[in-house]
């Protein structure tokens, strides 16, 4: 399953790759709003924000995105790696 993680910190991205590839997901992550982010998400099986830490701007586009592309997405407050597992957790349990 492929995610892509919004927000974060910049000195966690190996870290939240490493989470992912344990519960079996490839995670693409975005800490920060590049040129034309929207043609970037491109089509994950989610999308989790970590809204604590990322601008609204780039929430507003990925939410857009999201829509366009009927493509579920996970909010969550905190940027921690424990938050970031529970959130992977509670996806497998949804989607099984």
């Known amino acids: 399953m492929s995610i892509v993680l919004v927000g974060g910190h910049e000195r966690m991205r190996d870290e939240y790759k490493t989470i992912g590839d ?9 800490t920060q709003m590049h040129s034309k982010f929207d043609k970037c998400v491109g089509a994950p099986d989610a999308i989790v924000l970590f809204t604590s830490t990322v601008s609204h701007k780039i929430v507003i586009t990925a ?24 959130t992977l957790r509670q996806l497998k349990m949804s989607i099984y």
């Open 22 to 30: 344990r519960h079996g997901h490839k995670i693409k992550v975005f």
């Open 63 to 86: 939410v857009k995105e999201a829509k366009k592309k009927k493509i579920p997405v996970i909010r969550c407050h905190t940027s921690s790696g424990n938050s970031l597992e529970e």
